[in-house]
Each structure stands twice: as C-alpha cells, then as structure tokens.
C-alpha cells in the first residue's frame, strides 16, 4: 500500500521539463531585416514609378470613385436592412400590382421618390426580390432609382442652365429603359440566370435581423465597389481623352463613344450632369446618352450586379440595358433636342 502511495505521489510531480520552452531559432530579428530590406529596395527601384502622373492620377480617381460612391452604397444598404427586417412582405404584394406586366412600370416610377446613385440601388433591388417582389419590377426599380429620383434632375437642371429639356429629356428617356428593361426580363428572364442572395427569415429580434442584414449587404457590396472603382480608374488612365474628341462630330459614333466614357468613368449619378455639360464638342444627343447609360450600366455597378445576382445575370442584363439604353436615347434626343 505504501509502495503504491509513493508511486502515484511521484507521478503527481511534474517532470522536470513541464513548463519550459524549447529553444527556438530566433528567426524574428532576421524576419524583420528581411522586410526592412525589402521596403528598402522597393523604396529605391519603384519611388520614379510611384510618382508617375499616370498613378497620381489612378490614386485620385479611385479615390474618388470609392469616396463619392460610398456614402449612397451605406445608404442603400440601410435602406436594405430596414425593408428586410421591419417591413412585412405582405406590404410589397399590396404596394406593386398582382401581374407583373403592370408592376414593371410602377416599380419603375417609384424610383422618382429615392435620392441614391447606383450603389444605392442595388443592395435594395436585392432586398426587394428577397421579400416576394417579381424580379422584373425590382430590376426596373434598379435603373430607374439612380437615374431619375429628384436629387438628379436638380442637379441635371443646374448644369444645363438654359436648357429644361435635357432634364426632361434624361428623366423619359431613363424611365423608358428602365421599363423597357423589365418587361424584356420578365419576357425572356429565366430564373436560374438570376442569383437572389438569401436573407433572414424573420425569425427573432428584428433589430438582430437588420444588424445581420447590414453587415452582410455592406461587406459584399462594398467589395465588388472596390472592384469596380479600381478597374473604372484603370481604364481612366489608359483610354486618351483625344480618341473620343476624334469622334465629336460623327454623329452615331459620339453617341457610342459618349456611352462607352460614361461606363468607364463610372461617375454618381448625382454628378455625371456636370461632367456632360463639360463635353462642349459633342452633341446634346450624345450627351443625353452619356446621362442615360452611366446610372445604369457602369464599371463599379457591373461589379456590384455581378457580385449580387451573379455572373450569368450580368453577362445577360448589363449587356440588354446597354443597347437599350443607347437606342432609347437616340430616339428622345432626336425628339426633344
């Protein structure tokens, strides 16, 4: 018995080696020489490209893209949040017309009551298909927000002193996508080309439900803008300026070239205006497509549709609410302007 006690009392001491640490290499100081070494070096080969103008002036573009777009995109996500968790579903079934051919243009028009940009626009699209609303109209409602709400035709208003019609001229032709848009989807659109993100059932604290929305909304939006700022600042930097002044005064090709700078410089909408009324050498049908397209099909909200509804939805979508967006603003320009 007393062997036993003295065995399991020598097996209660720790061994000699518990409680200390095994020596290590100490690869710390060298691992920061390294980094230091490399900063260094980086420091003396790249400092002449650093200072480029051409990086200048990526740096300030993307700055600004992220910068003006981000405080809509937190916008809209709060809006997102607060659709999905305080207003009951039901609601949208009572607002939006049962057939879906006439809640298109509803949900178009309704985008005339929401100051936002684009940013803003998609994450309450989403939100909207998340509580039962045919994606179609929701689509609708996504074009339209951006491009017509009153925050914008002030300020189209304002930068074209002298002229009422290009506001009035913007506001018809932007709806007239937007419906257009919609139908077209709900017509041809095939529910496996579009991803609607899942939200929360409901279920517990709505205020939870909204925390968990917003966080969700923002962190995933906010991604893709990056994405999206980062290639329109790209493309900033390399299309010359001097290309699109070449075609000023051919008519088709202004209208295209007027589009296609309105996709790359990815300008809010709440802005784009100013940036028009600068182009003096195009006509002011080109410039009305400059104002139609950019809220609707640019490089950051190619980025946030692809990353929200998927690959295959903007492969098909962006593409559609180009032409027409194109097409559309030919006819009213050569209508009202």
Same mark, same amino acid.
């Given at each position: ?73 937190? *916008? !809209?996500?709060? =809006?997102?949040? @607060?659709?999905? $968790? ?7 079934? &009572? +607002? ?74 913007? *506001? !018809?032709?932007? =709806?007239?996508? @937007?419906?257009? $848009? ?7 659109? &095939? +529910? ?84 028009? $009324? ?60």
């Amino acid at each position: 018995m007393s062997e036993r006690a003295t065995v399991d009392a020598s097996q209660e001491i720790p061994p000699s080696e518990w409680g200390r640490r095994q020596p290590v290499p100490a690869v710390g100081p060298w691992a920061f020489a390294v980094v230091v070494g490399l900063l260094v070096v980086g420091r003396l080969v790249f400092a002449q490209y650093l200072t480029a103008p051409a990086l200048q002036a990526w740096a300030t573009i993307f700055v600004a893209i992220c910068v003006q777009a981000l405080p809509f995109l937190v *916008f !809209g996500v709060l =809006l997102s949040a @607060a659709i999905t $968790a305080f207003v009951p579903a039901s609601f949208w079934t &009572r +607002a939006l017309p049962r057939r879906p051919f006439l809640a298109v243009p509803v949900a178009g028009a309704a985008g005339a009551v929401l100051p936002g940009c684009e940013c803003a626009s998609v994450p309450v699209a989403s939100g909207l298909m998340s509580r039962g609303v045919t994606p179609a109209a929701a689509l609708a409602f996504l074009l339209a927000s951006p491009a017509i709400n009153p925050v914008v035709i002030v300020a189209t208003v304002v930068a074209f002193p002298g002229q009422p019609m290009m506001a009035v001229a913007r *506001f !018809g032709a932007s =709806l007239v996508v @937007a419906v257009l $848009a919609g139908w077209v989807w709900l017509r041809f659109g &095939r +529910a496996e080309w579009l991803r609607i993100p899942p939200r929360a059932s409901g279920e517990g604290s709505k205020w939870r439900t909204f925390q968990d929305a917003m966080g969700h909304d923002f962190l995933h939006a906010g991604g893709f803008l990056v994405v999206g700022g980062a290639t329109a600042a790209t493309m900033n930097v390399i299309v010359p300026r001097s290309w699109l002044e070449s075609v000023a005064g051919v008519p088709v090709l202004s209208v295209l070239a007027l589009a296609a700078l309105a996709v790359i410089l990815s300008i809010c909408s709440e802005a784009d205006a100013f940036v028009a $009324a600068s182009l003096t050498a195009f006509s002011p049908t080109a410039k009305l497509a400059f104002l139609v397209v950019g809220p609707m099909v640019d490089l950051k909200l190619i980025a946030l549709q692809a990353g929200t509804f998927g690959r295959r939805f903007a492969a098909r979508f962006i593409p559609l609410t180009f032409v027409l967006a194109v097409i559309v603003s030919m006819a009213v320009g050569e209508v009202l302007l």
